[in-house]
């Protein structure tokens, strides 16, 4: 099952685990033993899906809720395009949908915009829309706030380790 756990330091792994990154705008599909990592979401959040069955997952880090032209440069820009296309995706790997967990984190207020136009929330309330629809339960989140987030996620034990600068930190304990 997945489970956030929140700190200032990753704990040391064994070496032989390899690390993929996901960079803004991609996601990447994997299996066990793996770390899926991806840094400072703000208004971005990351999607995890995981089958806790098959030791596979996958983390998008999508930039906006949805595109405002029927043309798309990217769909995995948009929360909305890519988890569908994460779950074709999930399924060619074998996965049973009707199994998957996910997480949502990030989707701060960052960006000096009225409270009116916050990017992050629309983007987690997105995210929640598209799982739903799917039938896709999410079993852990951690989303606003006005800091960044850094995420690795292991795929063998579903477990995310999420990262907030040193000085968010101490406000929230």
Same mark, same amino acid.
């Given at each position: 099952? *997945?489970?956030?756990?929140? %700190? @200032?330091k990753?704990?040391? +792994?064994? @070496?032989?685990?390899?690390?993929?990154?996901?960079?803004? /705008?991609?996601?990447?599909?994997?299996?066990n033993?793996r770390? *899926?990592?991806?840094? /400072?979401?703000g208004s971005?959040i990351?999607?995890i899906l995981?089958?806790?069955?098959r #030791?596979? %997952?996958?983390?998008?880090? /999508?930039? *906006?809720?949805?595109?405002?032209?029927p =043309?798309i440069?990217n769909?995995?820009?948009y +929360? &909305?395009? @890519? !988890?569908? $296309?994460i779950? =074709?995706?999930l399924?060619?790997?074998?996965c049973?949908?009707?199994?998957?967990?996910?997480? !949502?984190? %990030?989707g701060?207020h !960052?960006? #000096?915009?009225?409270? &009116?136009?916050?990017? %992050? &929330?629309?983007?987690v309330?997105i /995210?929640?829309?598209?799982?739903?629809?799917?039938n896709?339960? $999410? +079993?852990?989140?951690? +989303?606003?706030?006005?800091? &960044? =987030?850094?995420?690795?996620?292991?795929?063998?034990?579903?477990?995310?380790?999420?990262? !907030?600068?040193k000085?968010?930190l @101490?406000?929230l304990?």
């Open positions: 099952m *997945l489970k956030i756990l929140k %700190g @200032s990753y704990p040391s +792994v064994n @070496s032989h685990i390899n690390y993929l990154t996901v960079g803004i /705008a991609e996601y990447k599909v994997s299996r033993p770390i *899926l990592v991806t840094y /400072a979401l971005c990351a999607v995981h089958d806790p069955y #030791k596979i %997952g996958a983390m998008v880090h /999508a930039m *906006l809720p949805e595109p405002k032209t =043309r440069d769909p995995i820009k +929360v &909305s395009t @890519s !988890i569908p $296309i779950l =074709r995706e399924k060619r790997y074998g049973n949908l009707k199994v998957l967990e996910s997480a !949502i984190i %990030g701060a !960052i960006l #000096k915009l009225p409270k &009116s136009i916050n990017i %992050g &929330s629309k983007n309330e /995210a929640r829309k598209i799982l739903k629809e799917y896709i339960r $999410i +079993v852990e989140e951690d +989303v606003g706030g006005n800091y &960044s =987030r850094t995420v690795f996620y292991e795929l063998a034990t579903g477990k995310i380790y999420v990262y !907030i600068p000085t968010k @101490s406000l304990s």
